[in-house]
């Protein structure tokens, strides 16, 4: 079945470091990719997706390029603030059934100054 | 347009009591999925509504779960008889369909059962 596997956190980076969430997915056919945020006490938010192979989603500074190859989307960004602590989730849609999201179990990020 | 809401952010329930959770999509999304994410873990889905037609549950929607959408609008989650295992985060997600489809999400009701 579908599922996404996340780079196991916690995270600690100090403040302009490169960051770097690993996500490999396994999906029949042609999945959508997405990374979502939770902030401390708020809901998810959609942070990037994409939507087919070799596509780079991004925003915030934050990237993920779609890799069919190796079944991968890592999200990426060259210099994080301590306001991008958060927990990030990597999750796909099939695009068949009820076009449901499965989700990664999170890794949660934590910028020091 | 505000977003995806839901009531009550929180709710503390005793063991063997009825929740009702209270999700309000985005105006012009038709579908309508619900989620459970406990700690440390990332959402899982339960169900799914397309207009007011409930299409999918998952496996995870036991007998004592129900969902409604009566006017493919607002829809309800209720919980009977609940039980310890069912505290956890309840999120409501709502999309407008489509090959792109995105799904936005409420903050979430928090469940407590003593």
């Known amino acids: 079945g579908d599922s996404?596997?996340?780079?196991?956190?916690?995270?600690?980076l100090s403040e302009e470091a490169f960051l770097t969430i690993n996500c490999t997915y396994?999906?029949?056919?042609?999945?959508?990719?997405?990374w979502y945020v939770q902030y401390p006490g708020e809901g998810l938010q959609l942070l990037l997706k994409a939507t087919k192979a070799d596509d780079k989603g991004s925003n915030k500074g934050f990237e993920a390029t779609y890799r069919k190859e190796t079944t991968s989307f890592h999200l990426e960004k060259g210099s994080v603030q301590v306001s991008d602590s958060a927990v990030y989730f990597c999750a796909l849609n099939s695009?068949?059934?009820a076009n449901n999201l499965f989700f990664g179990t999170g890794t949660r990020l934590t910028v020091i100054p | 347009d505000t977003g995806v809401s839901q009531n009550p952010r929180h709710k503390i329930?005793?063991?063997?009591?009825?929740?009702?959770?209270?999700?309000?999509?985005?105006?012009?999304?038709?579908?309508?999925?619900?989620y459970r994410q406990t700690l440390g873990q990332?959402?899982?889905?339960?169900?799914?509504?397309q207009n007011e037609a409930q299409l999918e549950k998952s496996r995870l929607l036991s007998d004592r779960f129900s969902a409604e959408r009566p006017k493919?609008?607002?829809?309800?989650?209720?919980?009977?008889?609940?039980?310890?295992g069912d505290s956890a985060m309840y999120l409501c997600a709502s999309s407008l369909?489509?090959?792109?489809?995105?799904?936005?999400?409420?903050?979430?009701?928090?469940l407590t059962v003593l």
């Not at chain 2, 329930?13 to 619900?34: A, M």
């Not at chain 2, 829809?75 to 310890?84: A, D, H, K, V, Y």
């Open chain 2, 42 to 49: 990332g959402p899982e889905f339960l169900t799914y509504f």
């Open chain 2, 72 to 84: 493919g609008s607002f829809s309800t989650l209720e919980i009977q008889r609940t039980e310890q």
């Open chain 1, 26 to 34: 396994t999906a029949t056919g042609y999945p959508s990719l997405f």
């Open chain 1, 95 to 97: 695009r068949t059934g």
């Open chain 2, 13 to 34: 329930t005793k063991r063997g009591q009825n929740v009702t959770f209270r999700c309000d999509p985005i105006s012009e999304h038709n579908r309508l999925y619900w």
């Open chain 1, 4 to 12: 996404v596997t996340q780079m196991e956190g916690p995270v600690t």
């Open chain 2, 97 to 110: 369909g489509g090959e792109a489809d995105t799904q936005y999400f409420g903050p979430g009701t928090r």
